[in-house]
């Protein structure tokens, strides 16, 4: 089978950690390395969990490049890197590999030079999509398909109206939403939050038995009990595993319910600052991309079951 190329940007916590363990694990996919980016944690953290999750099954000779550490531009409002609100580390070994070089320079060399189209996805805030936009717009033509986590249409997120990867730099989502990628995909929160994963979801998870699985199982359960607060997730003993599902849709596509939309980045009102505006309307001013609305659950399960498995 021939793999496809793909790049992983992230701010890793512990559904990021799943997307990594699943971009590092399933066989149609060559990880070629993994950029990462401030939002849930200061950098440094996002950097060193993300090589505890390679470390741990064996993939530390991907390469873990840390990037930028604030937005592309500046914000309306301050925002404190970092969340009080979850631990900076993961509960993973400490790693054994090395960070490598800056993400930015590394993301415009490897997309330059690839012989063929390359998939990134991108979990976290988008600073460092458009900083390597920035430095270099050629580099869409490398890009067979863009998939970001991120946007919601109904789900309220970290506002009623805009959920923290999109909130946390606006101004990056606006830069990389124009520009002209061949093929986008929104994996939204609507989406997420259709499928969430519940405790005997990360009972089957556990029961496969590698290291993945287990690492992935207590990643569930820690969502679990973080997302009590939410009174829909708690009556369902169950949490939504948003970045793995943007991974997955490279991989399984009939997994997602997606509509072709045009999508516009609110920059300017504080209160709706950061939402998402889909239209079906089109718009070649911004471009028209895929939105992922729904996700089928079983196959979400059954996908990263069958890939952590030995």
């Not at 512990?14 to 401030?38: E, K, N, R, Y």
């Not at 960070?99 to 998939?119: C, K, S």
């Not at 460092?128 to 970001?148: H, Q």
């Amino acid at each position: 089978m021939t793999r496809l190329p793909v790049v992983l940007d992230c701010d890793t916590g512990t559904d990021d950690a799943v997307a990594i363990l699943l971009a590092a694990l399933h066989p149609g996919l060559d990880l070629l390395g993994v950029t990462t980016v401030w939002g849930n944690h200061d950098v440094r953290h996002t950097t060193d969990n993300t090589l505890r999750v390679l470390d741990l099954v064996g993939r530390g000779a991907v390469g873990v490049h840390p990037g930028r550490n604030e937005p592309v531009r500046p914000r309306i409002e301050d925002l404190p890197s970092g969340r009080s609100d979850l631990p900076s580390t993961l509960d993973l070994p400490a790693p054994v590999s090395a960070a490598g070089g800056e993400a930015v320079e590394w993301l415009v060399t490897t997309l330059r030079d690839a012989a063929d189209p390359v998939a990134l996805v991108a979990t976290g805030p988008l600073t460092n999509v458009a900083a390597a936009l920035a430095a270099d717009r050629s580099i869409t033509g490398a890009i067979g398909r863009l998939v970001v986590l991120g946007g919601t249409h109904r789900q309220p997120g970290v506002t009623p109206h805009a959920d923290r990867n999109v909130w946390c730099d606006p101004e990056a989502a606006a830069d990389v939403l124009a520009a002209p990628f061949r093929d986008v995909l929104m994996v939204t929160m609507d989406a997420t939050f259709s499928a969430p994963l519940t405790k005997a979801d990360a009972g089957r998870l556990r029961s496969v038995g590698t290291p993945a699985a287990r690492a992935a199982a207590d990643l569930v359960e820690t969502r679990i009990d973080w997302y009590r607060r939410d009174r829909a997730m708690a009556a369902l003993l169950a949490a939504p595993l948003h970045d793995p599902l943007a991974v997955a849709a490279l991989v399984a596509p009939e997994i997602l319910t997606t509509v072709r939309a045009s999508v516009e980045v609110e920059r300017a009102d504080p209160e709706r600052y950061g939402a998402t505006r889909f239209s079906a309307e089109p718009d070649e001013r911004r471009g028209r991309l895929s939105v992922a609305v729904r996700a089928d659950h079983d196959r979400y399960v059954a996908l990263l079951c069958d890939t952590f498995g030995p």
